[in-house]
């Protein structure tokens, strides 16, 4: 968006402060093989449980977890990274998997001298946690999936599980690039989208939210859904909690069922009413709590 002002921008901005404020740092880390990290992680460290959140697609981290961060931050040693190819972390690498991903939360994870900790992902963030769960069950304790369709098929497009019907609909919804594009996104990730957004407002944060390496995180799209098979996914031993939106329209509860499924007893599924895609930003409140008494029980 042309102009002097920019919305999204300007909540760069304050929700750069409010990290400060509550307690975090911003800490850019050189991962030594052409990678680089940003990650948001505590001024001071303490005796508690250190805990990742990792973000879906969309925005950046900030964004996404803004929500859970004053109240996770008095239980819990808190790191919130931006993965590759987000916000101030990328790559001359060309891996684009979910793998790869998590193989960089784990280095880190290791230069920042956290060895075990939780994870929390949502959506994409969720694939990402799940195989950082499943290559490094010494380091990761408790796992928390949100949203997450890591059981999802390449077949379940082409048999009407999801609204888009192919990828290049699905890449269109993901990464929007109209205004027109944004609010299909919006009324797909929550029961109550926001209304009457004018359209300058989500052009604007397209262009600084979305444009940036729209290409790296298309392949990122089509390395997660080439030939995928549930019947590949690994099972991870750590004791889990899914969440799922009951109305959840980008990744359907059915996807939740199958993963409860896959997982078997080691995992425990909920459910929260009147919420979608962004069940931790409807039910905040209550997402939190439930985070607190799995993690910490």
Known sequence: ???????????????????????????QMDLD????????????????????LIHGFGANAMWQWSSQICPLLRHFNLYVPDLIFFGRSFTTRPERTEIFQSQ?????????????????????????AYHLAHLYPDAVQKVVLVAAGISFEEKDMTEGLFD??????????LLPQTAADLRKLLKLS??????????????????????DRREERIELIKHLTGGRKASDLPVIHQETLII???????????LGNRLKRHLGDRAELVLFKDAGHGVHFEKSTKFNKQLKKFLLG
């Open 1 to 27: 968006m042309t102009g002097c002002f920019s919305f999204t921008a300007s909540g760069n901005r304050c929700l750069r402060i409010y990290f400060a404020i509550a307690g975090m740092k911003s800490k």
């Open 33 to 52: 093989d052409g990678t680089t990290m940003h990650c948001w992680i505590p001024k001071k460290t303490s005796n508690k449980p250190a805990l990742i």
């Open 244 to 254: 799922w939106g009951e109305q959840d329209r980008i990744f359907p509860l059915e």
């Open 104 to 128: 960089c939360v784990m280095k880190l994870a290791e230069k920042l001298g956290v060895s075990k900790f939780h994870v929390v992902g949502v959506s994409y963030g969720g694939f990402v």
């Open 190 to 211: 929550f029961v109550k989208p926001p209304r009457m957004v004018p359209s300058c407002l989500l052009k604007d944060f397209i262009a600084n939210m979305v444009t």
């Open 164 to 173: 888009a019907p192919d990828l290049e609909t699905a890449i269109s919804i």
